[in-house]
């Protein structure tokens, strides 16, 4: 438990997952390809970003604590994504999917959620435009960092996908310099 508070906190020697990494015709961007993976999940409807990362993150956390069918602590990982399905219109509910990447140890069998929100989700091999920036996300900085990728996307003639987006975030609320934030766009060709 304290290890794993530990690593929530100061955010230090967790696992990311594996991507190839392409040249971009820019530097405002990056693009990688992610690796065929399983993640642990849960879906909310809302309103706002922020309030569905801290009911997810919330979920998923007890999950990790052991609140699975094997009962097993497993390790936290970075980073936190949110897959965005937009509202149709401004005043509309969008669907977020809040999730953890699970640990290259347990891939070929994670413990099956005890909950019946949270599941286990295999993400199939993707490749996303990255936009990196610090400070501390919210839904405004998402937003507008999400308008600067797309823009620079466009900028370049790349096509990409409108919706679903994600957004990624790597440090604990407690770590307070140096923090690492991301939107990611997928390239046109994946179907989600």
């Not at 897959?83 to 699970?102: D, H, K, L, M, N």
């Not at 960092?145 to 466009?154: F, I, Q, Y």
């Not at 407690?174 to 923090?179: D, M, Q, S």
Request: a negative charge.
């Amino acid at each position: 438990m304290l290890k794993a508070v530990g690593q929530v906190l100061f955010s230090t020697g967790l696992q990311n997952p594996k991507y190839t990494a392409e040249e971009a015709k820019e530097k405002d961007y990056e693009i990688r390809t992610y690796h065929a993976t399983k993640w642990v999940s849960t879906s909310l409807n809302g309103m706002q970003c922020d309030e569905a990362m801290k009911t997810g993150f919330r979920r998923l956390f007890n999950y990790i604590q052991g609140n699975n069918q094997k009962k097993a602590k497993v390790e936290m990982t970075a980073p936190v994504t949110c897959r965005v399905v937009p509202g149709a219109g401004p005043a509309c509910e969008s669907q977020f999917t809040v999730s953890f990447y699970i640990p290259d140890e347990l891939q070929a069998e994670p413990p099956e959620p005890s909950e019946p929100e949270v599941f286990v989700e295999n993400r199939k091999e993707f490749t996303a435009y990255v936009r990196t920036y610090g400070g501390f996300a919210n839904d405004n900085t998402r937003r507008d960092e999400l308008l600067k990728l797309t823009e620079s996307l466009k900028r370049d003639g790349v096509e990409f996908v409108d919706t679903p987006f994600y957004t990624a975030g790597y440090d604990s609320p407690f770590k307070l310099t140096n923090r690492r934030n991301e939107v990611w766009v997928l390239r046109k060709e994946y179907e989600p």
